[in-house]
Each structure stands twice: as C-alpha cells, then as structure tokens.
T-cell receptor, first 114, second 111 residues
Framework: QQQVKQSPQSLIVQKGGISIINCAYE??????FPWYQQFPGKGPALLIA?????SEKKEGRFTISFNKSAKQFSLHIMDSQPGDSATYFCAAFSGGTSYGKLTFGQGTILTVHP | NAGVTQTPKFRVLKTGQSMTLLCAQD?????MYWYRQDPGMGLRLIHY???????AKGEVPDGYNVSRLKKQNFLLGLESAAPSQTSVYFC??????????FGSGTQLSVL
C-alpha cells in the first residue's frame, strides 16, 4: 500500500526552467513533509521540509507548496541548473510517539539539460 | 565526523548465503533505520530502532533481522539470501525521527 504517491517518475527540464514534482497522500495523520535529494552513488539528503500549518516554504530556489484540503504538496525548483540533476523523494511523517516514521514516495529522476 | 558509514559498499551473494550489513554513526543519534531502494518503489523501511537495545519492524521486514547492541551500530542480517533481496540498502540515523541522515548505501546482488 503506497501511502504517498509521487509524480512524475522522470522529468527533463532545460537550464533556467522550472521543475515541478508533485506528491499526494491519504493519511490525514501525516504532520511533517520533507523532500530529499539524492545524487548518483550517494544516500538521500534532506533538502527542504514543511509542516501543514503553512501553505508554502521557500529556501533559495526551492519551494514547497502545500494544499492541506487536497492532501497534496509539491516541490518547485526555480531557475533549474544542471547541478540539480538528481533523484527527488517526497516523504510524509506520522509521529505522535517515538515509533513515528517517514513514508517515502516513489522518487522522481530530474535531468536538467544545459 | 564521518556521519553514517555503511559496510560493505558492494556485495554479491549466492542464493541461500547469509550476510550482515553494518551501519555505524558517530553523531550519537537515538534513531536508526534500514531502507531498501528499488527502481520505481522509492525507499521502503525494513526495520528500525528508537534507541539502544530496541528494534521494530518496518514496511518490508520479511527475510531480514536486525540488532542494535550498541547505540552507534545497527546491523542488518540476511539469513538466507534470495534474488528478491537484490537491492540497494541504505542506513539512516537521526536525533529525532523526523530528520534523517543517510549513509552512501550498499549495493547487494543475489544470484
């Protein structure tokens, strides 16, 4: 059962363009939504995260947009650069106890052409 | 600090063989996790630990066992490897269970 659905599976963008990756979730108990970035041969690394009490969070060229009523959130990469080429994972966290854990989406392979 | 270190980085097993993957973290983190990454499947949680001496099952625990005898180490064991366990395995740790730091992965092939 995939509780976090991510799309698209792959994305090709020209340098300077906007990359948009979308995620949808079902469990309303999720209360923390991070995005992880993974370069080839490396482990994922936390990129940016949001909590459901805000609708948008921006860090540099990276923005998360969050729609609580639709149970959707997205990552926008402005002015995309070849160095942004990586796999991106959205995730959702249901906490409440120490046994809370992250549920990851399927991943999006982003390629930014020069 | 080395962060999260996984050994080995690559391994090839024959069906039925056993092996142990080692994860070590030097950040004094309470939480440790083992994930597997497969194309189109994202990261799926195998087992995790919320502190020294504790373990819990994740999403796909069958065929794996874990132990956390020391706070800094989290071991993942495969008792009888199967081709379906061919994957890239990632260990992660965190001071909280929200923000995780990942190792560089172990690529395992089971023939």
């Amino acid at each position: 059962q995939q509780q976090v659905k991510q799309s698209p599976q792959s994305l090709i963008v020209q340098k300077g363009g906007i990359s948009i990756i979308n995620c949808a979730y079902e469990n309303t108990a999720f209360d923390y939504f991070p995005w992880y970035q993974q370069f080839p041969g490396k482990g994922p690394a936390l990129l940016i995260a949001i909590r459901p009490d805000v609708s948008e969070k921006k860090e540099g060229r990276f923005t998360i947009s969050f729609n609580k009523s639709a149970k959707q959130f997205s990552l926008h990469i402005m002015d995309s650069q070849p160095g942004d080429s990586a796999t991106y994972f959205c995730a959702a966290f249901s906490g409440g106890t120490s046994y809370g854990k992250l549920t990851f989406g399927q991943g999006t392979i982003l390629t930014v052409h020069p | 600090n080395a962060g999260v270190t996984q050994t080995p980085k690559f391994r090839v097993l024959k069906t039925g063989q056993s092996m142990t993957l080692l994860c070590a973290q030097d950040m004094n983190h309470e939480y440790m996790y083992w994930y597997r990454q497969d194309p189109g499947m994202g990261l799926r949680l195998i087992h995790y630990s919320v502190g020294e001496g504790t373990t819990a099952k994740g999403e796909v625990p069958d065929g794996y066992n874990v132990s956390r005898l020391k706070k800094q180490n989290f071991l993942l064991g495969l008792e009888s490897a199967a081709p379906s366990q061919t994957s890239v395995y990632f260990c992660a740790s965190g001071q909280t269970n929200e923000k995780l730091f990942f190792g560089s992965g172990t690529q395992l092939s089971v023939l």
